[in-house]
């Protein structure tokens, strides 16, 4: 007798299963803009097939918008067009019911040119795209970002609990309900929570999660950092991340951990098993990174606001060095000689993009790779006010000419990218200015001005 035939269910078949089964009305098609803002519309459950099907219309321009959704000419994507539409399609993988909202699903999309074409300034495609080349290389990138931020209440702007005391358990659990919604809400939908605890500033927390397998790891973050700023919104808070918020306070980080595992075999390729040094491809790997840092702070530092984080003495970077367990570094090797080998780029402010973070990193690894690109000598003591070294921008507009200077990472992220990305942040430097009379002072990254607040602390 023949084998019984099984039949496959399509994948909205299966997926209108499981609105079923979960119970769910109402499914948010969610994508990141430029900044990582969360920009979506809500479908009721019964209309998700034609959609998803079809692709749901959206105006192509959000990703030109700046971080209160004012419109930057010259990207390309706006008035260049005459105002479109895209058509975003959903990543059916990416579904997950919500458990801070009311019988609601999440899916992320992508968005496309109405001629089908995939707009390639999204920065969740820029990141796929570029994870597609690693893989090509036959490594797969496994990795997770680290995050601090900052909660005040909603109506007063004030922070929930005084002073510094970064750990003390008086603060880690100063409001229990609120904290563990986030730790049950994150860990309901995929987000491996592993720490939690009170920073180095008033109403400062961080939130550690675990590293995933290629675009998981940015999903994560753009989830997780989204979703810690809702359910901070429904207890009465405001959750920022945004990198400097108060200028005599610390600042909000995001480290990005990360290592290349072989693809065939899932070993760490940044394990020497042997001598505890790095291998041939954390060096090239780390070579390009450092060799394209100018640039890449355009990506990690990308607000005018995010360049006062560098200071001298801040266990922030002020340069392009590397050390194994060296918080004064740019770039800190972690585990070297175990399984657990991976670089620690510590570049990233708490306002950046994950999708875009990760995106920077591959561009520049990957042309570390190509050109095995070796790393300059270690920093063995602390790096700043080191001499001889490539020292990070002070200024949005020194890395934005870096990064348009940078025929590599130009090349790698795409042209399209570039020209939308430039376009926004020069558009948001003349606000700044417009807005700030002493923006071109040397004593800028000094102070945090009210605009800076206003223009990026409740959605960065």
């Not at 995050?147 to 609990?161: A, C, D, G």
């Not at 065939?264 to 790997?285: E, P």
């Not at 392009?320 to 770039?331: D, I, K, L, P, Q």
């Not at 050109?371 to 921008?393: C, F, H, M, Q, R």
Request: proline letters at 5%; aromatic letters at 10%.
């Amino acid at each position: 007798m023949p084998a019984r035939q099984t039949r496959k269910t399509d994948p909205l078949t299966a997926l209108e299963k499981r609105l079923s089964a979960d119970g769910i009305e109402f499914v948010r098609f969610e994508q990141t803009d430029t900044h990582g803002i969360s920009r979506s519309k809500t479908i009721p459950a019964r209309h998700v097939r034609r959609f998803a099907e079809g692709g749901l219309n959206f105006l192509l321009g959000q990703l030109g918008f700046d971080a209160q959704a004012g419109v930057a000419l010259g990207t390309g994507y706006l008035e260049d067009l005459g105002f479109p539409d895209s058509r975003i399609f959903p990543d059916l993988s990416t579904y997950t019911v919500l458990p801070w909202a009311d019988k609601t699903a999440r899916i992320l999309c992508e968005p496309h040119f109405q001629d089908g074409r995939p707009a390639m300034a999204a920065p969740r495609a820029v990141a796929r795209k570029l994870l597609g080349e690693l893989e090509g290389w036959g490594y797969r990138l496994f990795s997770g970002f680290e995050y601090e931020f900052y909660l005040v209440n909603r109506e007063t702007r004030q922070p929930p609990f005084p002073g510094i005391q970064i750990f003390a358990t008086l603060r880690n659990n100063f409001d229990e309900s609120l904290v563990y919604q986030i730790l049950r809400g994150m860990s309901a939908i995929g987000v491996d929570i592993i720490t939690s605890n009170a920073e180095y500033g008033p109403g400062q927390m961080e939130i550690n999660f675990a590293p995933a397998s290629g675009i998981a790891a940015a999903d994560q973050a753009f989830t997780f950092k989204n979703g810690v700023k809702e359910i901070a919104q429904r207890n009465g808070y405001m959750a920022s991340f945004m990198t400097k918020p108060y200028g005599d306070q610390s600042a909000n980080g995001c480290h990005y951990h990360h290592s290349l595992l072989e693809a065939k075999t899932g070993r760490n390729s940044f394990n020497s098993r042997k001598d505890g040094k790095l291998t041939d491809v954390a060096r090239w790997w780390l070579g390009g990174q450092i060799a394209h840092a100018t640039a890449l702070t355009a990506l990690a530092a990308p607000t005018v606001n995010c360049y006062k984080r560098y200071k001298l003495w801040s266990f922030a970077p002020t340069n392009a060095t590397w050390g194994n367990e060296n918080r004064s570094v740019g770039f800190r090797m972690k585990n070297l000689g175990g399984e657990s080998a991976h670089i620690e780029n510590r570049l990233p402010g708490g306002a950046s993009n994950p999708y875009l973070v990760m995106a920077g990193v591959l561009a520049a690894g990957l042309d570390g790779l190509q050109n095995k690109t070796e790393p300059p000598a270690e920093t063995s003591g602390i790096a700043y006010g080191l001499t001889g070294v490539t020292d990070l921008p002070t200024r949005l507009e020194k890395s934005l000419d870096a990064l348009e200077a940078d025929s590599p990472l130009r090349a790698a992220l795409g042209e399209e990218f570039v020209k939308l990305f430039v376009a926004v942040k020069r558009h948001e430097i003349a606000k700044a200015k417009a807005a700030i009379p002493d923006y071109d002072s040397p004593d800028f990254n000094n102070t945090v001005h009210e605009w800076e607040r206003s223009e990026y602390f409740e959605f960065l």
